[in-house]
């Protein structure tokens, strides 16, 4: 599986932003599928996380944040609201071979390269 993310910029706090990742293969619906990020000098953070049946999100993020995906298309995406400035990250998607949404970056075998995603105050 190869993923492909793409969607971040420069927002300033309070915006929006949309992240997607589109994945190759053909069992894309069966995998569970999460968003993490990673701040200079931090580790990598879950942010949410979807399977077929569950949707899971930090708890820094709910509310505010949406995951969804369109197994036609092969792609999740990570609908970004009323944006922080300490959000401000490379955001990473990732692909685990699991039917459960997990928070911890080791249970997802593949990555996307990152999108950065900057939010000015």
């Known amino acids: 599986v190869q993923l492909q993310a793409s969607g971040g910029g420069l927002v300033q706090a309070g915006g929006s932003l949309r992240l997607s990742c589109a994945a190759s293969g053909r069992t894309f619906s069966s995998y569970s599928m999460g968003w993490f990020r990673q701040a200079p000098g931090q580790e990598r953070e879950f942010v949410a996380g979807?399977?077929?049946?569950?949707?899971y999100y930090a708890d820094s993020v709910r509310g505010r944040f949406t995951i969804f995906r369109d197994n036609a298309k092969n792609t999740v995406y990570l609908e970004m609201n009323n944006l922080k400035p300490d959000e401000s990250a490379v955001y990473y998607c990732?692909?685990?071979?699991?039917?459960?949404?997990?928070?911890?970056?080791?249970?997802?075998?593949?990555w996307g390269q990152g999108t950065l995603v900057t939010v000015s105050s």
């Open positions: 990732a692909a685990g071979s699991t039917s459960r949404v997990y928070s911890t970056p080791a249970r997802y075998d593949y």
């Open positions: 979807i399977t077929r049946s569950s949707i």
